[in-house]
Each structure stands twice: as C-alpha cells, then as structure tokens.
C-alpha cells in the first residue's frame, strides 16, 4: 500500500456525462499529480499541485480541470466525456515539488459508454 | 517541455539472461531519471532513480546508467527472473519548481522460464 488513496477504484458512465475523480495524498505529502494511462499511450501526465496551487500542466484537455484543496486532497474532473477518454487515471504524491519519488495509487479506471 | 522515448517496447528475455531497456530525453536540464514498474493490473512504483550528479547506480539486480551528454539513460536487469515480468517505465524530470515527470512510453518485459 502505498498511502495514496484513490476513489472510485472503477466507473462507468455514458458520453457527455461529467465525472470526478478524487485522490488522497500520502500523510505529510504536499505535492499531487494526475496521470492518465490508455492502452495506447503510456502514462500521460496531466496536472500538478503543490500545497494548493497548481505547479505544472501537461498534456490537460480544456474539458478537464483538478484542483487541491486545503486539506490536501486532490479532484481531477472530467467533462463532456468521449469514447477516447476511457482510461486508466493515477494519481501520485510526493513531499514536496523538489524530491524525485512519487507513489502512486490504485488509480480510477473510468469506462466511457 | 520533455520529451522522454523509450526502447524497446516490448522484450523477451530467457530466465537468467539480461534485459537492457534505453531512454533518452530532450531536455538538458532534467537532472532526475527515476524507473518504475508496473506489474498487471497494478500501480506503477519506483524501482531504482538517478540523479544527474551520478552515472551509475546499482541496487542487486537492477542497475541503472546515465549519459548526460548524450541525453540517455539505461536500465539494465541482471539474472532476470519470472517476477521481473512488467512493464517498466523510464521517467525524466528538472527537480525544481516545475518538476513533473514526463514517462517514456513503457517496455513490456516478458521472462520465458
């Protein structure tokens, strides 16, 4: 177990529906990322946080958006949601934005219909 | 931003032989190189990182090497047992204020017993 916590663990749900993803960071890391694995693709990553405040984005459709509240936790939201949006969403914490490791979740397996 | 490509994409190894998966990134201010493995069905998690202050570094089996300026990276499993089937994944990244970890593609390791 690696003290990151993500829910649900499975989702289902039809084209041009909205979903949100939440994620738990380990106790005492202040640094979330969101990762989404497609059969295709690797690990593509999406969006950082640090203590709140957003530190780095990457490949991050418009139609998707995360934040990181007070507590740490994290929510990746996904809308207007397409076929091509199935995947595999992880998310990963670390201490802070300047140590290497970042543990990663279960992560979400979302299935668009 | 970094770009990170990995081969091969896939690799079967006879049990005890080597297996050797190389990356090489674009950015030359990436400084941390972390490896992570994915067994089926499960969270990718660290198996060994580097640091661009060192060019090798070994942990049993498993030993990683970096060439800074020729911008790649290798890792390298000695002895390969069944267990080390996975896919794993090379990661670069700058460990500063923007750091985020840009994942090669992955390299599917198969270990034939």
């Known amino acids: 177990d690696s003290g990151v916590t993500q829910t649900p663990k499975h989702l289902i749900t039809a084209t041009g529906q909205r979903v949100t993803l939440r994620c738990s960071p380990r106790?005492?890391?202040?640094?979330v990322y969101w990762y989404q694995q497609s059969l295709d693709q690797g690990l593509q990553f999406l969006i950082q946080?640090?203590?709140?405040?957003?530190?780095a984005k990457g490949n991050i459709l418009e139609r998707f958006s995360a934040q990181q509240f007070p507590d740490l936790h994290s929510e990746l939201n996904l809308s207007s949601l397409e076929l091509g949006d199935s995947a595999l969403y992880f998310c990963?914490?670390?201490?802070?934005?300047?140590?290497?490791?970042?543990?990663f979740g279960q992560g979400t397996r979302l299935t668009v219909v | 931003g970094e770009n990170v490509e990995q081969h091969p994409s896939t690799l079967s190894v006879q049990e005890g032989d080597s297996a050797v998966i190389k990356c090489t990134y674009s950015?030359?201010?990436?400084?941390?190189f972390p490896w992570y493995k994915q067994e089926l069905g499960k969270r990718p998690q660290l198996i060994i990182d580097i640091r661009s202050n060192v060019g090798e570094k070994k942990d049993q089996r498993i030993a990683v090497t970096l060439n800074k300026t020729a911008k790649h990276f290798s890792l390298h499993i000695t002895e390969t047992q069944p267990e080390d089937s996975a896919v794993y994944f090379c990661?670069?990244?700058?460990?500063?204020?923007?750091?985020?970890?840009?994942f090669g593609a992955g390299t599917t390791v198969t270990v034939r017993a």
């Open positions: 950015d030359s201010a990436s400084n941390y």
């Open positions: 106790s005492g890391d202040l640094s």
């Open positions: 946080y640090y203590n709140g405040e957003e530190r």
């Open positions: 990963a914490s670390s201490v802070d934005s300047s140590l290497g490791e970042a543990f």
């Open positions: 990661a670069a990244s700058r460990i500063v204020n923007d750091y985020k970890l840009s």
